[in-house]
Each structure stands twice: as C-alpha cells, then as structure tokens.
T-cell receptor, first 111, second 116 residues
Framework: QKEVEQNSGPLSVPEGAIASLNCTYS??????FFWYRQYSGKSPELIMS????GDKEDGRFTAQLNKASQYVSLLIRDSQPSDSATYLC???????????FGTGTRLQVTL | SAVISQKPSRDICQRGTSLTIQCQVD?????MFWYRQQPGQSLTLIAT?????????ESGFVIDKFPISRPNLTFSTLTVSNLSPEDSSIYLC?????????????FGPGTRLTVT
C-alpha cells in the first residue's frame, strides 16, 4: 500500500513563529509532491509543488524534499492566524496521474 | 490554475435516493478526478473520468454505486446512488493543469452531501 503519512496535530505555534509541517512517503517511485491548505468547510487549495531534492521557496512558504529519506516538509515563516488550517501532503506516483494524500496536519496559529 | 465549478454546492438527501453532482472546467482536459472526503478525513480518490471511455474506479468503489459520465472534455457528472448516511461527505472534482515546468492538480469547490 502506497502511503503518505503526516502527524494529525494540532500543531500550535505563536503568531510570527515558523511552523514546520512534515510528511513521509513509502513509495520510492513517487515523483512529485504537493502541499495543500484546507480551511474548514472549504476545498483544498494548492500552496506548493516540489519535484526535485532541495528547497523551494514561495513567499512565506518553503517546501523541502529529501528523496533519499522519503521526506517532505513545509515551512511557514512569520505564521499568521489566517494560516490556521489543515495542511495536506500529497504524492504523485506511477503513470496514472493519481495523487495519494496524507491525513493532514491541523495548524493553529495563536495570538 | 484552473477554474472549476461544481453543482450543487450542498444538498440534503433522504436515504435510498440519488444525487448527481456536476463538474465544469474552464478548458479541455483529458482526465477528471472525483474524490470523497468524509468528515474529519483526508481525500480518497473514487474514480478517474476519461472522455470517450469508461471511468476507472479505485478499490472499494463500484460503478453501480458511483456512476460517472464524461460527455465532453470540460464536463463530468458523478452520481451517488442508493444513498445511506455513510455517504455523507464532501465530493470534489479535480483536474491537472500545467506546462513544461509544473504540473499541478486543482480542486473544485466541492459538494457537501448530507444524507438523512
């Protein structure tokens, strides 16, 4: 079974701090990785995609990928209360264009 | 990104009935995907809707329960049949969109189904 695993949280960080969200995957054939943000009652919104080892930065968000360790992370700098949401990690494997999702990490940014 | 609309946005249905959900995309795509998100859970892929061929269902999902239509390259419907309270979920359609450097999946706003 190809799996993507995340700590369900909640992860609580104070406003202005760095939030670190982690994800591991079991299928070494996974090629691409995605982070989605989902507010309660809303559909997932794509934040970042990452395809190669290393870091990818976009504004306050940095995605990190380590294929040798089968590990993906998302860093949110200067966390804001509006960042409070569930963050879903997803991996693309195989040739059928199907994403496998983790269970999500709930982030709470406190004032 | 992709502009995806779904109808209805929410519905309350009685058990034993069916609900058909529509998904419209702003441009042509080969594959459209249907997901289910049960309360407090992550996303589970139901099936891939291919234009011109039968949908491909994931393990645990069958055509009799979740018939799918794909009449053209911008539209698909998912029907949830013989509803039971366990079908209460958010149903989402999605598509891939991208170019040479990136290829990303985008979701519609979802349909929240409550079965009473």
């Amino acid at each position: 079974q190809k799996e993507v695993e995340q700590n369900s949280g909640p992860l609580s960080v104070p406003e202005g701090a760095i939030a670190s969200l982690n994800c591991t995957y079991s299928d070494r054939g996974s090629q691409s990785f995605f982070w989605y943000r989902q507010y309660s009652g809303k559909s997932p919104e794509l934040i970042m995609s990452i395809y190669s080892n290393g870091d990818k930065e976009d504004g306050r968000f940095t995605a990190q990928l380590n294929k040798a360790s089968q590990y993906v992370s998302l860093l949110i700098r200067d966390s804001q209360p509006s960042d409070s949401a569930t963050y879903l990690c997803a991996a693309l494997t195989g040739t059928a264009s199907k994403l496998t999702f983790g269970t999500g990490t709930r982030l709470q940014v406190t004032l | 990104s992709a502009v995806i609309s779904q109808k209805p946005s929410r519905d309350i249905c009685q058990r034993g009935t069916s609900l058909t959900i529509q998904c419209q995309v702003d441009s042509q795509v080969t594959m459209m995907f249907w997901y289910r998100q049960q309360p407090g859970q992550s996303l589970t892929l139901i099936a891939t809707a291919n234009q011109g061929s039968e949908a491909t269902y994931e393990s645990g999902f069958v055509i009799d329960k979740f018939p799918i239509s794909r009449p053209n390259l911008t539209f698909s419907t998912l029907t949830v049949s013989n509803l039971s309270p366990e079908d209460s979920s958010i149903y989402l359609c999605s598509v891939w969109r991208g170019g040479t450097a990136t290829y990303e999946q985008y979701f519609g706003p979802g349909t929240r189904l409550t079965v009473t």
